[in-house]
């Protein structure tokens, strides 16, 4: 996995199976902060996705309940293979799961 923000690089991380990772950052003033990262699997598949949106990660507007920390999950939770990414709300109760931000067609 790889991950970054117009001011912050990741780096590219291997996370082996069934484990986590995660990481601190502030939204930045102008409240256009974004973290995109691009997931990798053995066998050459690979999928793009924007894991912090300020619109969707906190706003009380937004698809998701805004909280202190955005939790998600990758293919554990969603028995749909179209919405893989799940985000848990804070008590680990509530999923909100989404789909690839890349385009199937791309898929190598």
Not at 28 to 53: A, E, P
Not at 63 to 79: A, F, H, L, N, Q
């Amino acid at each position: 996995m790889y991950c970054n923000s117009t001011n912050d690089d990741l780096g590219l991380l291997h996370i082996p199976w069934d484990k986590d990772w995660s990481f601190r950052f502030r939204v930045n003033i102008w409240k256009s902060t974004k973290f995109r990262c691009h997931f990798t699997w053995c066998g050459g598949r690979s999928h793009y996705f924007n894991i912090f949106t300020v619109a969707r990660d906190d706003s009380p507007l937004g698809e998701t309940p805004d909280y202190r920390e955005c939790i998600w999950e990758v293919g554990k939770v969603s028995t749909d293979e179209k919405t893989p990414m799940c985000r848990v709300d804070g008590d680990g109760v509530k999923r909100y799961c989404f789909g690839w931000d890349d385009d199937e067609s791309s898929e190598q």
